[in-house]
């Protein structure tokens, strides 16, 4: 592609001359004159300032529509060279829940690495909507979920079991208590994760399978992170509910105590995301490594 598509791509992707700048390591003006050189070349005005920000005219969605499909053709046709060669060359952008993400996925990309090294990977990570809206607005090509609902747009993979589980700090009043009854649970001050995150979507519908509602809990806060809820039950009086996964170190140190609660439980799925229709060929070398990675 010409060197100007990529920073016309870039500046419409951010809507930002600036953020723009940084993506492709050139200044700020270098970015105008590619944009007017491509304006010129075309005939026709990219952009539009409105107050304070940038959009596309209806010119430049057009030009950004055709330019997304050649740069994925260029991408293609990287991999089957690169095919012909075993050396598999093209670009991958994943998208991960904030559990995935930091629990699970580091291990698979870097092994995937190790065997694809010529495939540049970009991991985005985030709650399960934001990540959902970035495969849907294909800033994404594949996405890593955690909570149960789907879209009829996007279709869904089930690719490794985990579980939610109630916990504590070790120092908490609670840590001695093994197991405790679901109404004495939703009394306990408990944290839980944002709004939108896929661990609190699978905790309310399980809260609802037993005729409880968020509301019913002692919630005292919402954190943006497991890791914060972590460091967060240092000097807490309370629980939380968070991945297993997320906990290995912290229950071999004996910083965190599990709490059973009786009759309740939350298993979950992760799940592979991909739009519907057909999967372009670096997507589906990562869907094939990841189905023969052994958990």
């Known amino acids: 592609m010409d060197h100007r ?63 997304k499909k050649i740069q994925q053709q260029y991408e293609e046709l990287e991999f089957e060279l690169g095919r012909l060669n075993d050396t598999f060359k093209g670009t991958l952008r994943l998208g991960a829940s904030s559990t995935i993400s930091q629990y699970v996925i580091p291990e698979i990309i870097a092994a995937f690495y190790k065997r694809y090294p010529s495939i540049n990977l970009h991991l985005y990570s985030g709650n399960s909507v934001d990540i959902q809206k970035k495969l849907i607005s294909e800033d994404i090509d594949l996405a890593l979920v955690e909570n149960n609902s789907s879209l009829s747009e996007l ?8 579980e939610l589980v109630v916990v504590t700090g070790s120092n908490s009043v609670y ?4 197991q405790i009854a679901l109404s004495d649970f939703i009394e306990i ?29 002692n919630i005292i806060m919402h954190l943006g992170s497991t890791e914060a809820i972590k460091n967060f039950l ?32 939350l298993p979950r799925k992760f799940r592979i995301v991909l739009k519907q229709g057909n999967i372009s060929n670096t997507p589906q070398t990562f869907l094939n490594f990841l189905s023969l990675h052994n958990f």
């Open 155 to 162: 279709k869904y993979i089930d690719f490794l079991e985990d």
């Open 234 to 265: 240092i000097n807490f009086e309370g629980v939380a509910i968070i991945s297993e996964k997320a906990i290995e170190k912290e229950l071999l140190l004996k910083n965190i105590v599990k709490i059973k609660v009786k009759g309740f439980q």
């Open 189 to 217: 001050p408990i944290v839980l994760r944002e709004k939108g995150s896929g661990t609190l979507e699978v905790i309310h519908q399980a809260l609802k399978k037993n005729e409880i509602r968020l509301d019913d809990m």
């Open 175 to 178: 840590a001695k208590r093994k």
């Open 5 to 67: 598509d990529k920073v016309f791509l870039a500046v419409a992707e951010n809507l930002s001359f600036s953020k723009a700048a940084e993506e492709m390591f050139i200044s700020q003006p270098a970015v105008t004159k590619h944009i007017k050189e491509l304006e010129s070349r075309l005939n026709s005005t990219l952009f539009e300032r409105k107050g304070n920000r940038i959009h596309l005219t209806k010119a430049g969605k057009v030009n950004y529509e055709f330019l």
